[in-house]
């Protein structure tokens, strides 16, 4: 039996629009959703059906693969914040740029 990674995501924009929103395989592990606020988050989450709002980037610690899923203005600060919160060594970091 194939290991399950857990998922992470750090959106900014329009998360619940995006090609994010159709991939299924990505979904069904999805777990900690990362926004700008807990209400921010939890609206995400529950856009894509998927995951769970979160308030900090501690709950993406046990995440194997994170998306960060932003516009390119956002995401050198996104990623730093990430990287200043825990260690990421180990952990696949997808970068996503929103199409403008």
Known sequence: MKLR??????????????YIARMPALLEQLGPVKGSSLKVSRRIA???RAGVGVDDYSALAPCDLI???APEDLLDALASQLAASQPLTGKTIVLCDVAA
């Open 5 to 18: 990674k857990t998922a992470g995501l750090v959106g900014a924009g329009g998360v619940s629009q995006s």
């Open 46 to 48: 529950n856009g894509l």
């Open 67 to 69: 998306w960060i899923y």
